[in-house]
């Protein structure tokens, strides 16, 4: 019993160090990689589950099942990866004796921001390719799990996409169509405004204030995609990037009908210092760049993954003018 105790632990201990795919040579200020505080914090964890009850309320060991993801497991992710960027990168950030704070540094002023190769105006509506997965609270707190922390951390907010993209004031498009994939094969599903059908009493957030307008977004299958435009994402790898608890990655705007790469935000986030987290990564609270920002009301807030998209695939200026009314007596 205590030998098959022990090989279990040789096994989680050897599936932490597979992740790693260069020799670990690089020290933050404290000592230790991030990469070898997880890894250490693993196997505690395989010891401190082996013989435990696992179906109980206690749900500590479900961390040690988790496996990296494989971003080319899908129709989507293919298609994400194959896409070629306009001004491809060259040379190499990481140099020997880096800091983790360095490292992210040097990415961040290299690699990361807004590129706008061509935008689209008066877009009635957009695909969302490549939508993502709730990812749960063990997942944000192991450094491998997640192919795109950056895009997890900025990404579109956390309301259904429907009420993001179609339903007024945040939505701006008269439809989205989501490709999900399922055991038989891709499925479309497109969210559109069904004037005939609406919902009383959605509360929103317009010009500072909150109003209440209709619900108007109804949905329906569809047998192909509607809209050319659309966008999608990709996790990206960097030597050494997860070891000292950074993650990149990419959200593509990108012409459906031709492949063609419109738009390309890329950023970075730093973990490995959280409090009360997992071998202190949690990708939610990650330093990030870039540092895209606006002033709204007198206050500085991040520019998350829809407001970029909104910029490079304009929806009309008009798309809510319908529902203007809701707006009388709100200081623009």
Excluded at 47 to 63: M, Y
Excluded at 147 to 166: L, R
Excluded at 225 to 248: C, H, M, N, Q
Aim: aromatic share 10%; net charge positive; hydrophobic share 40%.
């Amino acid at each position: 019993m205590a030998r098959g105790r022990q090989l279990a632990v040789q096994l989680v201990t050897a599936f932490a160090l597979s992740v790693v795919s260069v020799p670990i040579q690089v020290k933050s200020a404290d000592g230790a990689t991030t990469g070898e505080r997880f890894r250490r914090a693993l196997t505690d964890r395989a010891k401190t589950c082996l013989g435990r009850d696992q179906t109980g309320p206690d749900t500590s060991c479900a961390i040690l099942n988790l496996k990296p993801e494989e971003p080319l497991s899908s129709p989507a992710g293919q298609f994400a990866h194959s896409l070629k960027l306009p001004n491809a990168l060259t040379g190499e950030v990481y140099r020997k004796g880096m800091t983790a704070d360095d490292y992210f540094s040097a990415l961040c002023n290299a690699e990361a921001g807004d590129f706008i190769y061509r935008r689209v105006v008066d877009v009635a509506g957009i695909v969302e390719l490549r939508p993502r997965l709730v990812p749960t609270d063990y997942e944000l707190q192991h450094l491998y799990a997640l192919e795109d922390p950056f895009g997890v951390a900025f990404g579109v907010p956390s309301i259904a996409t429907q009420n993001v993209w179609v339903q007024p004031f945040v939505g701006r498009y008269t439809f989205v169509d989501v490709v999900r994939t399922t055991s038989t094969g891709p499925r479309i599903t497109t969210y559109y405004r069904d004037l005939k059908d609406t919902q009383p009493s959605y509360q929103t957030f317009v010009a500072g204030r909150y109003v209440v307008i209709p619900y108007v977004v109804s949905e329906r299958e569809s047998p192909k995609l509607s809209a050319r435009y659309g966008f999608t994402w990709r996790g990206i790898k960097r030597p050494v990037d997860r070891e000292f608890g950074i993650a990149g990655g990419e959200l593509i705007v990108v012409d459906v009908t031709t492949a063609e790469v419109l738009a390309l935000r890329r950023g970075f986030v730093k973990t490995g210092t959280a409090v009360n987290s997992f071998a202190g990564v949690w990708w939610l609270g990650a330093a990030g760049c870039p540092q895209n920002a606006r002033d709204r009301n007198g206050r500085r807030e991040k520019l998350l993954h829809h407001d970029f998209i909104y910029s490079v695939l304009v929806p009309s200026p008009d798309a809510n003018k319908l529902f203007s009314g809701a707006l009388n007596g709100v200081a623009k």
